[in-house]
């Protein structure tokens, strides 16, 4: 069976039988028009790779298309920076829009749209302040108090707003409220705010307006607009489907439907916007490209690949309740795809040196070594071998216990894609700690051509002392101690993990040189690394994108 056949056996989540069952009634004429409507008020995250995963996929299988709006209705907080990162981010995921659209490209027809339910005695202008709004509201066990403006003529009301957008207002001296039902037990219908009043320089508009509309408003007018015919949003949007009903039932436009699933929130990381904010403003990372930010952006950078996330965001599925989905799966999933695609290198991270005393000085021999065991496709490599090398110090022990099979006094050991070794002999310096050990190669064991017949259970990789290419190495590991940041007591930065990152030099074969940003890797029993865009001929940096097993749920089990 293909993985094509695979993928239509496997059972059908609830939007897609809803897609299924609308397709079969002819509704939309059948056709299947998705959006993915990001705030370009910062950069996007797994949570967000997961949404456009759900609606390009869902548009894709039933040869729909899908729409990229930007909901810039906030000129506060958004930036045209947040623009071109998430188209970029997008793309990087291997989708494409039909549409590049912003919900400012709608102001007029929103505009359009408040007079039209103001004419219809829908709408009025409130000259109550937030407190008051906000007092008058109600409970949710209490029915709100009508505000005393709730009955201004549709005449005043036309004036008011006009005035509110020619500029004759105080920002927060006025709003548009929608006349829904103050007494709903929904608080979302009890006459929620349609426009306010925002004197900022719009980074499309400039300075036309000076009213923007509400999220509540703006959404689901600019799906009527673009004749979507599934709005895809996360659960908490529930309480706002029946305003946005209301909304599309009183103007009297296409009928739009949103359709709600569970979000993505994801172990040892936090997914809120605001707080990820806080991360980057107050210096907790580097940036929203820090390779422990759960952004794409800085996914990508600590070497992520656009197909490990598609699998996980295909693994976890589309379900109608929240769940905390475990990191290590989407470790999982990128481990799966490196071992396919990642070439193989030897970089030692903390070296011992090793002479080989029966090795001429001054000579190199070339080794050959595979690049990638899954692809022999790929080839080899030359690998220098010299009189002196550096394996890792773990990899040695001066007095090793049973059953140790790495290098130890007496000890044979194989080096990959080269020779057996035998330790001789062992220095130290005056504290009695191991500088160095001698060894001696038996030189008919070389790998490939080894006629020595003497068989060794331990392999390690190893790298030319003298022609070792000095890399930095920066070990990043989750960015929180804790698994549910946010559920914990206080304030959630409390649970950083002060161990995230540890910044080393370490020691790589020549072939590493001149290795391009994002490339990745695979460092002999070491992990995945990524090159990093700080990288430079003359000082190449890596970023570990994980390690070769998960060590967090061994510890765990331990």
Known sequence: MTTEEKKEEKALNFIEEIVEEDIRAGKHAGRV??????????????????????????????????????????????????????????????????????????????????????????????????????????????????????????????????????????????????????????????????????????????????????????????????????????????PHRPLYDWFIEKLDIFPSRQYEFARLNLTYTVMSKRKLLQLVNEKHVSGWNDPRMPTISGMRRRGYTPESIRNFCDRIGVAKRENLIDVGLLEFFVREDLNKKAQRRMVVLDPLKVVITNFPEGQTEVCYSENNPEEPATGSREVPFTRELYIEREDFMENPPKKYFRLAPGQQVRLKSAYIITCDEVLKDANGDVTEVHCSYVENSKSGQDTSGINVKGTLHWVSATQAVPVEIRLYDRLFKVEDPSSEEGDFKTYINSDSLEVITGYAEPALQGTEPDESFQFLRKGYFCADIDSSPDKPVFNRTVTLRDTWAKNAAK
């Open 33 to 238: 028009l998705t959006r993915f409507p990001p705030e370009p008020n910062g950069y996007l995250h797994i949570g967000h790779a997961k949404s456009i995963c759900l609606n390009f996929g869902l548009a894709n299988r039933y040869g729909g298309g899908t729409n990229l709006r930007f909901d810039d209705t906030n000129p506060v907080t958004e930036d045209t920076e947040y623009v071109e990162s998430i188209k970029y981010d997008v793309r990087w995921l291997g989708f494409n829009w039909v549409n590049e659209l912003y919900a400012s490209d709608y102001f007029e027809q929103l505009y359009a749209f408040a007079v039209d339910l103001i004419k219809k005695g829908l709408a009025y202008v409130d000259d109550s302040t937030a407190e008051e709004i906000a007092a008058l509201k109600g409970t949710p066990t209490e029915p709100g108090t009508n505000s005393p403006y709730r009955n201004r003529s549709v005449e005043e009301n036309l004036d008011l707003f006009e005035r509110m957008r020619r500029g004759e207002f105080a920002e927060g001296s006025r709003v548009l409220r929608a006349k829904v039902d103050m007494a709903s037990p929904n608080m979302h219908l009890r006459d929620p705010l349609m426009y306010r009043i925002k004197f900022a320089h719009h980074h499309r508009t400039g300075d036309a307006w000076c009213i923007y509309p509400m999220y509540d408003f703006a959404h689901g007018q600019s799906d009527s607009i673009e004749t979507i015919t599934h709005s895809i949003c996360t659960l908490e949007f529930i």
